[in-house]
């Protein structure tokens, strides 16, 4: 069984930098999708970047596009999210997220199928 556990969420004035972490643990294949999401209150959630574990095709929303970089440590088994120069509007809980054994080209929450619990990050003014 897959089982998703995020690290990394804490505060952080605007314009700074935080690195959040999804270790990822009963992953036997090579070949899934991962990416983060994010909910913020009263919104719905929204994907943020994906990557293939076996290399690279990085995809970004819109709204990260230039700021957050996603990557993957195969060694490791580990997603990780470097995000920077964030700003209040990124404040929200941040999701890690896999598919089950497939590649996905984008972000529709509803192609992921395993979830970790989340872990808050939130951007002060």
């Known amino acids: 069984q897959v089982q998703l556990v995020e690290s990394g969420g804490g505060s952080v004035q605007a314009g700074g930098s935080l690195r959040l972490s999804c270790a990822a643990s009963?992953?036997?294949?090579?070949?899934?999708?991962m990416g983060w999401f994010r909910q913020a209150p009263g919104k719905e959630r929204e994907g943020v970047a994906r990557?293939?574990?076996?290399?690279?095709?990085?995809y970004y929303s819109e709204s990260v596009k230039g700021r957050f970089t996603v990557s993957h440590d195969s060694a490791n088994n580990t997603l990780y999210l470097q995000m920077s120069s964030l700003k209040p509007e990124d404040t929200a809980m941040y999701y890690c997220?896999?598919?089950?054994?497939?590649?996905?080209?984008?972000?529709?929450?509803?192609?992921?199928?395993?979830w970790g619990q989340g872990t808050q990050v939130t951007v002060s003014s």
């Open positions: 990557v293939y574990t076996d290399g690279g095709f990085e």
């Open positions: 997220a896999a598919t089950a054994s497939r590649v996905v080209a984008g972000l529709d929450k509803k192609e992921y199928r395993i």
């Open positions: 009963g992953m036997t294949d090579s070949r899934r999708t």
